[in-house]
Nanobody
């Protein structure tokens, strides 16, 4: 059974940096497109950044110059390095893993983590 776990959320002052980690376990045959989302109080869940198994990445416009998504050394692990954090970045950050179709993998299935809270104080 695939599980997704986010690590690294914290309370931090504006201008600071955090690294979030997302670890996917429980699948020996699937590769995943990995996506970070965030949801601030009273708002809809919004896209932040994504990366595919080949390392191709995308960013939401407001974070493009400040955040960086990358693949970890461990299997199906990604990082989100967040720099110059601002109060508007305050949100619950969620990691989603979407399986990539392959001979031994049912693709197109989404697996969500429970989220990790990032709180940025001015």
């Amino acid at each position: 059974q695939v599980q997704v776990v986010e690590i690294g959320g914290n309370s931090i002052q504006a201008g600071g940096s955090l690294r979030l980690s997302c670890v996917v376990t429980g699948s020996a045959y699937c590769k995943f497109n990995m996506t970070w989302y965030r949801q601030a109080p009273g708002t809809e869940r919004a896209f932040v950044s994504s990366i595919d198994p080949d390392g191709n990445s995308n960013y939401e416009t407001s974070v493009k110059d400040r955040f960086a998504i990358s693949q970890g050394n461990a299997k199906n692990t990604i990082y989100l390095d967040m720099n110059n954090l601002q109060p508007e970045d305050t949100a619950m950050y969620y990691c989603k893993a979407r399986s990539v179709p392959a001979a031994a993998c049912r693709g197109g299935t989404d697996y969500w983590g429970r989220g990790t809270q990032v709180t940025v104080s001015s």
